[in-house]
Nanobody, 129 residues
């Protein structure tokens, strides 16, 4: 069983930066960040797999950077550095992970929420104008 815990959310003014972290216990092959605002579907933000492939959603390219620390004691730490934040980045950010190679599609169709079976509770990011 993979357990996921996010941290690092908060409030910031437009143009500022935040860093989100997510710790997943157990074996994972890929980890991703999604975000969601009320009334809208969950949107893929960024993803990374154990081969080092990374992918970003179009709205965050050039502003967000995803990284993954080396696994230690069966804990995998995923980071999301968010720079040049905009009010439209306001959302709840969710970390998700998968241990199935069939469900890890970082090089392809990666941003379907149905691919990921393990989710964190989410952390709020609020960007004011």
């Amino acid at each position: 069983q993979v357990q996921i815990t996010e941290s690092g959310g908060g409030a910031v003014e437009a143009g500022g930066s935040l860093r989100l972290s997510c710790v997943a216990t157990g074996i994972t092959l890929c980890m991703v960040w999604f975000r969601q605002v009320p009334g809208k579907e969950r949107e893929g933000v960024a993803g990374i797999d154990n081969d080092g492939r990374v992918v970003y959603g179009d709205s965050v390219k050039g502003r967000f950077t995803i990284s993954k620390d080396r696994a230690h004691n069966a804990k995998n730490t995923l980071n999301l550095q968010m720079n040049s934040l905009k009010p439209e980045d306001t959302a709840i950010y969710f970390c998700a992970a998968e241990r199935s190679s069939a469900r890890c599609r970082i090089g392809g169709d990666w941003n379907a929420t149905s691919l990921y079976r393990h989710w964190g509770q989410g952390t709020q990011v609020t960007v004011s104008s």
